[in-house]
């Protein structure tokens, strides 16, 4: 297979500029998607495509309700995740300029994946939200999407980011589902963190990448990654109910240097746009920069060199860059109200103002 190698750098999604097409993507699908019913023959094309079925096992009998944010929010995941994909095919059909891709096998192999990621993504999609309407709430319905990518590398480069905050996200999922004595959906989870997983491996060998990144994946939380989508994918004011997920959703930080020149230099630039979050008043204050990389405690940074220019806020952090300890991989960078110290990725989460920095370094 021909390696594509992203040449642009997708190190933190909400540095990119939001590259609004004509019409943003909506649904439904082709297909009816997301408004299929079991059983259906709509239903069944989509197993077929997807190598595999919905479960057939029914749900515990009741559920907390911090168990049912978590569906909530894994539903509204996996329908911007059958977005992104449709859209993807749809370019690569198509021979939009940026996607082409010449071999022929290497396309129709590529096609085929793309394909079968998509059905699965649907999958799961169907799976949150009939889990959702059987404790009688009402499913998460699809918003609006628009996707910062302009060509095929840099949208393999962002699958590969986002499924490594999914990848983070779900550990974050099934640990909650645990302590809320909902102990019953964890076996189903864990399956999807696994093929998550399959999936991440894929992209990052079509980047040219090692196809697994760490030893112990990077940990998240839910109200990063519920911050993230709404920041970076989600048309603003384009959700029916969204705003039944009870998770926050963060002020952007933009990361605006690449990662070459953070495994260089060891210090990172970043942006926030204060509009709709505070930043301290003066040339000093009394946030902090957190990273949060693999399974280590979350590493506090000084702020430094802080120039404000209106509602726009840039700003310098160190960062402790150590090959095989840490920060390859994915690296979660947020800024909080304290010093801390934070013993882990949810006490960060609980103390955050701006969020999620998602940093790539291979």
Known sequence: MVSFVAQASLIGLSCLPALVSAAPFSFPLSNGFPNITAPSNQLTIIQNKAHGSLPNGGPPANISANTLTSLQLIAFNELSEVAFFTELISNVTNNVQGYRIQDGATRRFILETLKNVQAQEELHALNANNAVNHFSQNPIQACQYNFPVSNFEDAIALASTFTDVVLGTLQDVVTLFGQDGDSGLIRGVASVIGQEGEQDGYYRSIQGKLPSALPFLTASTREFAFSALNQLFVVPNSCPNSNIIKLPVFGALSVLTTPDVIVDSQKVSFMVDATTTNWPSGSSTPLSLVYINQQNTPVVQQIENIQVQGTTVTFDAA????????????????????SGPFASVDAVAQDTLFGPGLIEIN
Not at 319 to 338: D, E, M, Q, R, Y
């Open 319 to 338: 960062f402790p860059f150590s090959k095989g300890t840490f920060g390859n991989g994915l690296t979660i960078a947020a800024v909080t109200k304290t």
